[in-house]
């Protein structure tokens, strides 16, 4: 005999006002991902990194890309050594590029979920006035 167990997930809001407030803290937090991505960006750059970044938009969690750049004299310097250190698939560039765009992409993820909460708290809000509207 087989038993099967049906399951069923909802997520019960008790108030919008919740659910935007929600939004707000994960607006903030994509906001204090994205500057830190950023300093840390902004810091190596200064160092003599050559990695580059290009934002699409000035907000923290815009969307970002992120590139090995190619500098005559990186810090790491240009000997055997330093090659070593900087190339290949577990080289210093290619796993900062990839760590830097993923702070990025977790800043901008983080700004667009709080953007739907935002979006589903105004939707709940319309439908409740809605539907009183249309008992009154």
Request: glycine share 12%.
């Amino acid at each position: 005999m087989t038993t099967v167990v049906r399951m069923q997930q909802g997520i019960a809001v008790e108030s919008t006002a919740d659910l935007h407030s929600a939004a707000v803290v994960m607006d903030s937090v994509a906001d204090a991902v994205g500057r830190a991505v950023r300093v840390l960006s902004d810091t190596l750059t200064l160092l003599g990194d050559p990695i580059s970044v290009q934002c699409n938009g000035s907000a923290p969690q815009s969307e970002a890309v992120v590139t090995a750049g190619s500098g005559d004299s990186p810090p790491w310097g240009t000997d055997s050594y330093g090659k070593q250190f900087a190339d290949g698939d577990s080289g210093y560039v290619k796993l900062s590029v990839g760590l830097l765009q993923g702070g990025f992409d977790l800043a901008h993820t983080l700004s667009a979920f709080a953007h739907g909460m935002r979006r589903a708290a105004g939707d709940l809000d319309s439908a409740e006035a809605n539907a009183t509207a249309a008992f009154s």
